[in-house]
DNA sequence: AGGACAAATGTAAGCGCTTTCATTTCGATT
DNA sequence: AATCGAAATGAAAGCGCTTACATTTGTCCT
């Protein structure tokens, strides 16, 4: 391994002009400034990033930590970070929770112990407690998609409830009155806020969510299947379903066509997340859009200003979820 | 920061006696090994991995290379390497080369730079020249999903023949004739296998592939479409489609039932990756699968088998594809 | 010519660890 | 009790950089 040890031999300087032609250009006269590039150029010299980072106890890297990598809703959010940094020249590093509370607690450590500037998360096993805790601890670290109140100047996320409540409004303003929602494991707070706007606006129409017309789910296709047919056996009557993400929603709408419903004539679907399914499956699903790039690049943004301990007032932290109307939702039959 | 020192202090012992309870646990005694235990413990001492790595001379950690992270194709794998990681304690930093050359080659020297032990990439811009350059430089180089000739022993690959020629003759057992493909960009070495499988078969078959039943496109869903469009419009007769991705796969059903055919009945078409697109689309796509999160923790393996100088003899290099078969393939009318 | 000041460079300490080598400690053995 | 070898520990060098501080060089005045 080439060092600048051997850079400054060769271009007969010290090390430490070597490492100042590299940091500060402008602190070194041209002539020498050339010397050192001809003799790096013919070495082939790479600076050793580990032992920069150790001298200057700093490692110019974001952290990230994901349930995993193989969901486009991490890959988006993630590439929504690195798109942040990567102008500034800064680097980000990803490491996976597993989706366990354990792993994203090792995860946040791991990253700690590398050195990050700064940490983004997403954590949605860790319980408020535990999580404050951590973010009392490090300065350096930003929530993602996910609303922690102590420490809402370090979280970057989607408006939920505003999410439930135009998924209530449309669903209203197409003329539904028969109502129901497959909602997902209320230990999420997304869903408790999604809940919360859904209801709320329900209520403001005059329109009641008794318990009876919220089933849960796990997120996935054949729960959102199951919650239907469950649903449509207990509940005679609905026209009109409101899932809490689009696997769901799909999987109602498979369901329904079993149970020879059509989709929207005799039940309208809608969905959350605006992932790719919602716009390939047949008929093409309505949602509620999340911007989930947008989301990564604030947090990323804001990891930045945070590691620098620069002004972060200008960065956003609250996004807008936003309806887009497909074709699953229409006027009920009657 | 607590540092080594500050627990050797408190524990009464060297620093050297600290590092060696953390590292080698069983050259120290067990009294003194308790009290350092109990003085990293009440100062909440976390080693310092950049100066571990520093004085190893070794990161324990494997860079990945990838287009993107957004895209569940490289999520996958990348979960894969992860997942074959994660046992040994060893941690995976992934890196974009947001699909370009340069991107790709910035990106392994940043990884190299970091002093990962091993690389595992992904390049489809790159071409062979280039990456043999840097194979031959770096024997602690993977290739994830490309045959390099010269390298293969360093290569992860989908046997991409096999899956063209799977395709071809699911489409003659089906009892098709007149049949064409969609293909990908030529720079894609895997287009040029598929196809090379894919005519092969058909010749089998006493079938002929004129160049004019190859339309290219660009691996989109709307290229997808209006190769299928064009595709109809120029060649009268074709009853089966072989694309090369499942997006360009439905693009071509949704252009197919614009023009009024409807799939499989007028139009039989197969697809190839069975992401969960393929699944979900309707009618759900017949396609040919690979087995990305098993390639990527042959990869993972490799790289760490590599980086130890461990025997690599044993992890596969080759994996097959496989015929799903779905709803998208039946005879053709007549 | 001499001095003052700025610009350019070098010296060396230090970042927080690991590890070699030397030293001490401790049973076991005679 | 003396001796020996193995086990446990410590001293210190070193990993490849950065940077504070000291020194040298060069420029511009008077």
Redesign the interface.
């Known amino acids: 391994m080439v060092t600048i040890l051997d850079v400054s031999r060769k271009a007969g300087v010290s090390t430490a002009t070597v490492s100042r032609v590299l940091n500060h250009p402008d602190m070194v006269d041209e002539k020498t400034r050339d010397l050192v590039h001809v003799a790096s150029e013919q070495l082939g010299y790479?600076?050793?990033?580990?032992?920069r980072?150790?001298a200057r106890r700093s490692?110019q890297t974001i952290g990230v930590v994901v349930n995993?990598?193989?969901?486009?809703y991490?890959?988006?959010m993630?590439?929504g970070v690195?798109e942040a940094l990567?102008a500034s020249g800064w680097?980000v590093?990803?490491?996976?929770s597993?989706e366990t509370a354990a792993g994203e607690f090792r995860a946040i450590?791991?990253l700690?112990?590398?050195?990050c500037d700064a940490i983004v998360v997403h954590a949605n096993s860790l319980d408020d407690a535990a999580l404050a805790e951590l973010f009392r601890k490090n300065p350096k670290l930003v929530l993602m998609n996910r609303l922690l109140e102590p420490f809402q100047s370090r979280c970057v996320y989607l408006d939920n409830e505003l999410g439930g409540r135009l998924a209530a409004r449309h669903l209203i303003a197409s003329g539904h009155v028969d109502i129901a929602t497959i909602a997902g494991p209320e230990t999420f707070h997304e869903v408790r806020s999604r809940l919360k706007g859904f209801a709320g606006a329900l209520g403001e129409a005059g329109l009641a969510l008794p318990d009876s017309r919220i089933v849960r789910a796990d997120f996935s296709?054949a729960g959102g299947r199951r919650a239907l047919a469950d649903l449509i056996e207990r509940q005679s009557g609905v026209t009109a379903v409101f899932a809490h993400n689009d696997e769901m929603a799909?999987g109602a709408i498979e369901a329904a066509y079993q149970m020879g419903l059509s989709v929207p004539d005799d039940l309208s679907v809608i969905g959350f997340d605006d992932m790719?399914?919602a716009s390939?499956?047949?008929p093409a699903l309505t949602t509620i859009g999340q911007p989930l790039?947008a989301i990564g690049t604030a947090c990323g943004r804001l990891a930045h200003a945070l590691s620098r301990e620069a002004d972060t007032s200008e960065i956003r932290r609250v996004f807008d979820a936003e309806l887009i109307e497909r074709e699953t939702v229409s006027e009920p039959r009657h």
């Open positions: 790479r600076p050793n990033r580990i032992a980072d150790l490692s995993n990598f193989a969901s486009p991490y890959g988006v993630l590439d690195d990567v680097n590093i990803a490491e996976t597993r450590q791991s700690m112990d590398r050195q296709l799909v790719t399914i390939l499956s047949r790039r």
